[in-house]
DNA sequence: TTTTGAGTTGTTCGA
DNA sequence: GTCGAACAACTCAAA
């Protein structure tokens, strides 16, 4: 008998704990499932793609047959894979976004009809939903204590693997846009770096030994700097364990409460799926969101007229990547200047972000809007000016991604309103005044908070 | 049960 | 320019 590793989020060969679970001949297996397909960005298509034409080459050069990509709804595919190799076990790494435990129940319940285990051996976080709980037993909503906590246990280690992989394979039933076996060797590095489990160890190593690591926690807010990790899409396709990152950072470094955030909001989602697209707290579901279509797509389009929120869009459409400071400056700006519905921003980011995963970046826009569990204060909100003069103080990053303001000197490039050439090359006019947009949001903010006292006195 | 301390990432105003 | 206070009370988590 044989067991299928049936690859999802979890596209590397080290440190994998559902490979290293295989005691009998190895089937690697990965569907296409053309409901992910088509609701993933293009972008992350393109990615998921680049990452698994890398790990079959790996499969390849650890001698086995490469890859079996099977193109179809898993609820059929993996029972049809195992009667073709006959295997009577599939091993995963469990996937916690609604979406993958919906569709792993039906999958395990096809198996079994066929007599064929389905087990999970890892899961990509370091500690996994429902997993860091309260004294209680009960789950955090707070982002403190259970940092507390989950920083108290301890560090897992990277798990060793030798899988036998087999020779060989059933033919692949690909699709036009799949992988080939053959792929051209132009693969671009999109947004944060370059593709699969040998460029995530490179950014890893990278980060962590020129210092950036260190300078983490001063640095990672820098719009003009390389301050970041880059290893938010490798994280999410899997190409390198959370373990891994840990175990060459350091346990001490700002960065690994980063990695604290990711299983927090992971474990918020587990238990509360409908907080992908729904406000947390319903009583924020009253908050007047305007319905402009328009605004709404010169924030897409990067035209608001204020310079560090155009740029962020554009380097998002331009990259498929966004820092995270721009993420907040510009949610904020969705959310508290324009007051169009979080919702929004968040598909839109979903699409066009290789790094897009639906926990961080619902609950992420959830904490701007003020609607999630542990939110931004409802007053809390960001001035483009003062944040991009602040964290792009020379105006370097404006300029790389606004070319009509190119021309403008270190931080002029914040102010085209009060610089003599801040239009001359087209840059648009502001759509919103700041100061009046943000009184606008407080009364709205405060209207809702006014409404749920008196419903609850 | 009650009490106590604390809460990712900001901005503005006035001294 | 720099600093502290106000924003506005509310909820969580633990003792």
New binding site residues.
Partial sequence: MVDIVWFRRDLRLGDNGALAAADQDVVPLFVLDPVLLTSAGGVRRERLLASLRSLDSSIRESGGAGLLIRRGDPVDVLPAVAGEVGADRVLVSGDYSPFGLRRDRRVAEALSVAEVAMASRDTPYLHPPATVR???G????????????WSGLSVPAPVQSSPRFVTRLPPDDLPSDAPSRHPPSDDRSLGDGAVGEAAALATLTGFADSGAAARYDDDR?RLDLPGTSQLGAALHFGEIHPRTVLAHVGADTAFV??MC?RDFYADVLYRRPDAAWHNVDRRFDALPWRDDRSQFDTWCAGRTGYPVVDAGMRQLAQSGWMH??AR?IVASFLTKDLLLPWQWGARWFLDHLVDGDVASNSL?WQ??AGTG??P??Y?????PV??GE?FDPDGAYVRRWVPELAHLPGRAAHTPWDQPTGYDHGYPRRMVD??RA?DDA?DAY?AVKAAR?RATT
């Fill in positions: 309260k004294g209680d009960g789950p955090f909503s707070v982002f403190t204590p259970y940092w507390r906590v807010n409460r980063q955030w995270n400071r907040m992420g904490w701007c569990m542990d931004s204060p007053y809390r909100i960001f001035n003062l944040q602040r700041h100061a943000r407080l405060r006292e």
